[in-house]
Every structure is written in structure tokens, then in C-alpha cells.
């Protein structure tokens, strides 16, 4: 690309602010809100009148009011979404290396029915969904959040990394086993430590579609026993039966988003090129 | 090391078109042999299946004493470098090349890797470059670390893809020496896969020709280019390619578009009740009657034509010489073009000239060519009815006895050297 002339960088800043202040102000807004205090929400200043941790205090302090609910919803979000990520990323890395690879009837057919899976609206699974829980046990647990975030993270799992090795040369395996390695060591010893990237970024994918749901976890859940983080929310209730918890849900809101903007700045240009590239070339 | 003998190998994919068919092939222990063909003949596809990585749908392929149809590549103890190298990406050099040996758990201890493995890297010149990534490398270095890999271990024979085609011309010509050099040395059994005719001839002791996943015939370079069995290798083999001219049989005598000719004495008799031939002329056998002495010009014909293009490239000159062909024969000749990948343009003889002829553009030349190298082919089967069995033998027991002689002496040397594995890589580096 070559340089921009002086207009074109004019018409480029003002096109990144308009987009940068549209898509932070929300956020800004609920930072800010955050900090306020509770007689200070319905000001209508933007920034709080004095700044205060009050709210955070309230999800986090040893005798806030919502720190039981916030905590153990805290605990059960990263749980969950750690283990449902784990298992969707060994089952994908498996399947798509079989999509890729492997020339047996149906590949397609997985394909199309993954992609179905995930344009399916969760909304209208979610009450058969729930009876059957409640039948068989499973509504209330954190197995039972696992099992329907796996039909979330799965289908967009497989598809990025069917991609991912598609892009690795198949004569990299070849070549090992000409070397002397059995199949699995080829994939062990020359596939995965190049799909890694790829596996990452899906990981993270899948991560941040777990820890971001909200349907499945309002609906199949009713205690602390398995209440993810957006749904715990709902519950917050302020100090008396009078007080909104605007305050509260804000801080934890901010609480929650902080891994999400964390694991994206650490690891931006490992998504980056794992998105967009595989890891060889020529 | 070990000879390899396929017997009747026949390739057929799911849609029943046969890659390969019915491809016999004996390659002796230590014999380089290249198989070569235009594109889609099934040279890879052929040696994909030496190696294990392509089934085979019937036929026997042995190496050594085994028949090893079933066996996974593993369990081949062969070592075959790929076109694009295959170099992995994640390990350093050094790992690159140990990976072989690594694989191999509890044959090799740390120290014996080491050794291996600087060995090689002395071989092929890869020693400063040993902690870089393969992404680091140029091209030629690539070549080499993929060749490094191939070498660490006693592969029972070498399998080589089209290993030159991603190099540039200059490097291209120093890697063929290379490779020739490293095979003579250590006298490993080599099947080297390519397109290029340069590689074949001078790579080969022997060298297979392939067209449509059918063997046309094997021999020595020498021996398939004054030799060649029928047109499809006359006109694979040679740069500028054969010129094909059509021949009307006149009694004792040929009528060329250029003038008449006496009919060579190797293909009397053979062509009774022929009206119609195709006529094969090398460009390098025709010469610029103005340079030659009286003595030689009075031993061959001479004609006269109008030179269309002129093409002068130092050492030579090309002259392009425009000729209406025989309906008749057109129709083959144009097949034959397009089975070695021509676009069937126009009909043209090239001839090389010495470069200090005077042929200019659109000037008339008068030519000379000897008769009796005329190769005449059969309009119908295409083949060759000027075929010397005997002569094609005698050129191939020559150039046998030339391998065994280069051999032993590779031998000879490494004996003499027995100990000294540092000087054998001084010489090397030496001789590049």
C-alpha cells in the first residue's frame, strides 16, 4: 500500500473514531456506571459524581450482598467453559483431521450438519431441552450446561480447523511415515505441533462462545449448583427491595469481560494468523 | 541397499482409469534409474507406489527378495525426497534431518544422531545452517536439507519426486551434479522421478520412458536417443525436439518436402508396401552446407529452404523452417504433439546450426544432413522401422560397464578413505 495523502489520512481518522466511539461506548458506559454510587444512577451525568468501588465491593467483598451469587457463578462460568472448550477442541481436532484427510463416504454430510447444528436458533431447543434435563437429571448440573455449549462450540470448531489442515501440506505426513513413523506418530510429531495455532484460536473461539452464553444458562439452571455468570445477573437484587442493582450488575459485567479483553490481548496475533493463514508456506 | 523389481503394476483410481498399466520395470542394486514422461503419464503416480504412499491395484513390487505390495511405508526402508521438500516447519535444521533417526526409539543414542547427522550436513554442505528453521533457507538449501534427511539413514534405496523443479535454472545445474555425485559415491539404488529431459540424460544410467502409465521403453540415454523405439520417445528425447517430416517411398528412394533421399540401408526391406513414413531428423544432424568441407558435404544430401525464424544462442544457432506436411499424416503428427504437452502450432523443422553460420532471417540456406541418420517411423503404430536391436544392446552393455567401473571406483575410494570421513567432506567441498 502506499502512503496516504493528507486527506485520505483525515477521511481514515475520522471513519476509525466514528467506528471506535460506536462500538466503546457502551463499554465506557457501563465502566462508568460501574464506579457510581447508588444515588448517583439516575443523575444522568455520563461520569460518575464520585467514584467509588461500592459496587464492586458489593460482588466481591467478603459481605457484599451479591458475592455468594457472583462468586459461585464466577466459578461455575470458568469451569464449564473450560472443560466444555477442552472437549469440543480434542473432539474437533480429531473430526476435522478426518474431514481433511481421511477419503470416507459422508464427509460432506458432517459438514452440512454441522453448519445446520449451529445455525439451528437455540431458542427453540432450549424447552425440550429443559423437560428432558429435568427427566433424566442432567437440568441443574454443570454437565448439563457442558453438553448443549458442545453444539455450540463444535460445528464452528470443526469448521475452522478442517480449514486449518486442509492448509498443511499432506506431504509433511507423508514424508514421515517414508521417514519410519507410524501413522499416529505422523500426526503427533508433524501435524500437531503445526495445527497448534490453529487449535488455539479455535480454542479461544470456543472459549468465548461458552463464556458468553446466556439462553442455556438462565434456563437450564435454577441454583448456584451450575448458574454461569450472565445468568446470575438476572438475580442480583439491590440493597433493599427499593434499590435498583444497576450498580452491581455493571461491576460484574466489567468483571467478567476483563479475561475476554485479557486472553485477546495476549494472544491478538496468535488469532490473527490463525485466522487468516496456515502455518506454512512454501 | 537393494534392487527393485516391479512386475506387471497396474494402478486403477475409483473412477477405473488406469494411472499406470502393466509397468515392469528390473532396477539393479546401486542403478540410478530416472522415469520420466510428459505430464499426467504416471511417472509420480508409479513412484508413490514404490514407496507405500499409493496402493497397488495388481502387480508385484519386491525389494530386495520381498514382495512388499502390503507393507506400510515404514516398513520399506526406503528414503525419497518431495518436490516441495516436505521440510517440517517446527524443527530446526539438525531436527529435520535426526527425525529418521529418532524415530527409530533406542537405536541410535544422542551421540550417534550427532554424528549422523554433522555427517550429512558436511556432505551437503549444510553445516553452518544446522540451528536455523527451514523457512529461514533459500531454496537450494531446502533441496539440500530435504536430500540431508534422505541420506542420515541407511536407506535401502533413494526415491527422488521431481526434487529440481522448484530451483532456479543456475541452481538447478549445480543440485544435478550434486545428486549424481552423492549417488555415485555411496552407490545407493535411486529412482528419480522428472520432466526434464536435461535430468534424465544426464542423471540416468538407465532411463524409462512413460507415456499414459505405459512403459515405452528402457535403456540407456545414449541408446533412446539414437535408438528410440518408436515416435513417442524419438520425440521426448532431444532439445530442440526431432523434426517429423512426412516421406513418400519411391522405390530405392524417400521424397521429403525438401528433395529425395536415398532410403537408409538399417530400414530396407522393411519398408515394402509402405507409400507413406514419417521421417524423424535431428536438429543437431543438420548442418550449414556453406561451412562444411567438400569431402563430408559429398557423403550426405543437400537441400535448399527458406528460413523463417532465426534463433542464435552463442554456441548455436536455431532456423526455423516453415513445411507443408502431408494430410495424412498431420493427424498423428498433432496427436503426438499433444501427448507431449505441445500446442500443435504449425509445422516447422528446427535445425541447429554452428553459430558461425551466416543463416540470417528470411534469407534462403542451403542445408546438408547425412541420410543415413534418418530415423523412419511407421505412420500408423509409430514405430521406429530403423530400430537396431543389436546397436541399442551394444550401447547399453557400454554404458553397464561404464556404471560398474564408476561404481567400483566409488568404492575404491571410500575404502581408501575408510577412516577418514572428514576428508571425504573436505574433497566434496572441494569439488563444488
Known amino acids: 500500500m502506499g502512503a496516504l495523502s493528507g486527506k485520505q489520512k483525515v477521511a481514515w481518522a475520522a471513519i476509525t473514531i466514528a467506528v471506535l466511539l460506536y462500538a466503546l461506548f457502551p463499554v465506557a458506559s457501563i465502566i462508568a456506571t460501574s464506579f457510581k454510587l447508588p444515588s448517583d444512577l439516575s443523575s444522568g451525568t455520563f461520569l460518575p459524581t464520585t467514584w467509588s468501588w461500592t459496587n464492586y465491593e458489593e460482588i466481591l467483598g467478603p459481605d457484599g450482598s451479591a458475592q455468594e451469587l457472583f462468586l459461585s457463578s464466577l466459578r461455575n462460568s470458568i469451569g464449564i467453559s473450560l472443560i466444555a472448550t477442552a472437549i469440543s477442541c480434542v473432539l474437533a481436532t480429531l473430526a476435522a483431521y478426518a474431514i481433511a484427510r481421511l477419503d470416507f463416504p459422508g464427509r460432506k454430510l458432517i459438514l452440512t450438519t454441522a453448519l445446520g447444528v449451529s445455525i439451528f436458533p437455540v431458542i427453540s431447543i432450549v424447552t425440550p431441552l429443559f423437560n428432558l434435563w429435568r427427566n433424566i437429571g442432567l437440568y441443574d448440573t454443570w454437565a448439563g450446561l457442558i453438553i448443549p455449549y458442545l453444539s455450540l462450540t463444535l460445528p464452528i470448531s470443526i469448521w475452522t480447523l478442517t480449514a486449518f489442515f486442509r492448509q498443511i501440506p499432506w506431504e509433511l505426513e507423508q514424508a514421515a511415515q517414508v521417514d519410519g513413523a507410524t501413522t499416529w506418530q505422523a500426526f503427533r510429531k508433524a501435524i500437531v505441533p503445526l495445527a497448534a495455532p490453529g487449535v488455539f484460536t479455535t480454542a479461544l473461539i470456543a472459549f468465548f462462545i461458552a463464556w458468553n452464553d446466556f439462553v442455556y444458562g438462565i434456563s437450564l439452571t435454577s441454583t448456584e449448583a451450575a448458574r454461569p455468570v450472565p445468568a446470575a445477573l438476572a438475580f442480583f437484587s439491590g440493597a433493599s427491595q427499593f434499590e435498583d442493582p444497576t450498580g452491581a450488575i455493571s461491576a460484574a459485567a466489567v468483571v467478567v469481560t476483563i479475561p475476554v479483553v485479557v486472553l485477546v490481548l495476549l494472544f491478538q496475533r496468535q488469532i490473527v494468523s490463525g485466522l487468516t493463514q496456515g502455518a506454512v508456506k512454501g | ?432
Not at chain 2, 86 to 98: C, D, F, G, S
Request: proline share 4%; net charge negative; with cysteine.
Open chain 2, 1 to 432: 541397499m537393494a534392487s527393485i523389481t516391479l512386475t506387471d503394476i497396474v494402478k486403477k483410481y475409483g473412477d477405473g482409469y488406469p494411472a499406470v498399466n502393466g509397468v515392469s520395470l528390473d532396477i539393479k542394486d546401486g542403478e540410478f534409474v530416472i522415469l520420466v514422461g510428459p505430464s499426467g503419464c504416471g511417472k509420480s503416480t508409479l513412484l508413490r507406489m514404490i514407496v507405500g504412499l499409493e496402493d497397488i491395484t495388481s502387480g508385484e513390487l519386491r525389494i530386495g527378495d520381498e514382495v512388499v505390495n502390503e507393507r506400510a511405508p515404514r516398513d520399506r526402508h526406503l528414503a525419497m525426497v518431495f518436490q516441495n521438500y516436505a521440510l517440517y516447519p517446527h524443527l530446526t535444521v539438525y531436527e529435520n534431518i535426526a527425525f529418521p533417526l529418532r524415530l527409530q526409539k533406542g537405536k541410535y543414542t544422542e551421540e550417534q544422531i550427532k554424528d549422523n547427522v554433522e555427517y550429512a550436513a558436511d556432505t551437503l554442505e549444510l553445516r553452518e545452517h544446522l540451528d536455523r528453521k527451514p523457512a529461514n533457507l533459500s531454496g537450494g538449501q531446502r533441496q539440500r536439507v530435504a536430500m540431508g534427511r534422505a541420506i542420515v539413514r541407511d536407506a535401502r534405496a533413494f526415491l527422488f519426486d521431481e526434487p529440481l523443479s522448484n530451483l532456479d535454472a543456475k541452481l538447478r545445474g549445480q543440485m544435478r551434479t550434486e545428486i549424481a555425485r552423492m549417488q555415485r559415491r555411496l552407490g545407493t539404488t535411486t529412482v528419480y522421478v522428472t520432466h526434464d529431459q536435461t535430468e534424465a540424460m544426464t542423471l540416468g544410467d538407465r532411463v524409462a520412458v512413460l507415456r499414459k502409465g505405459e512403459l515405452q521403453q528402457v535403456a540407456s540415454p545414449r541408446a533412446l536417443y539414437e535408438q528410440p523405439v518408436n515416435l513417442f520417445v524419438a520425440g521426448f528425447i532431444g532439445s530442440p525436439p526431432m523434426n517429423f517430416l512426412p516421406g513418400e517411398v519411391h522405390g530405392d528412394s524417400l521424397r521429403l518436402p525438401f528433395g529425395d533421399v536415398p532410403i537408409p540401408e538399417t530400414a530396407r526391406g522393411r519398408l515394402d508396401g509402405r507409400e507413406l513414413v514419417i521421417v524423424g531428423l535431428r536438429p543437431e544432424h543438420v548442418e550449414d552446407a556453406r561451412v562444411l568441407d567438400e569431402d563430408k558435404r559429398a557423403k550426405g544430401a543437400t537441400f535448399s529452404a527458406e528460413v523463417d525464424v532465426v534463433e542464435w544462442l552463442g554456441a548455436e544457432l536455431y532456423a526455423y523452417i516453415p513445411f507443408e506436411t502431408h494430410a495424412d499424416v498431420a493427424q498423428k503428427l498433432e496427436e503426438l504433439d499433444r501427448d507431449l504437452d505441445g500446442e500443435g502450432m504449425r509445422t516447422q523443422m528446427i535445425v541447429s546450426l554452428g553459430s558461425e553460420s551466416r543463416v540470417r532471417d528470411g534469407s534462403s540456406a542451403e542445408l546438408w544432413f547425412d541420410p543415413r541418420r534418418l530415423l523412419i517411423f511407421d505412420p500408423e503404430s509409430g514405430e521406429n522401422l530403423t530400430y537396431d536391436d543389436d546397436a541399442a544392446r551394444r550401447i547399453d552393455a557400454e554404458t553397464e560397464e561404464d556404471r560398474r567401473a564408476a561404481l567400483e571406483r566409488a568404492h575404491r575410494d571410500a575404502e581408501k578413505q575408510g577412516n577418514g570421513e572428514a576428508s571425504a567432506a573436505g574433497r566434496h567441498r572441494q569439488a563444488s
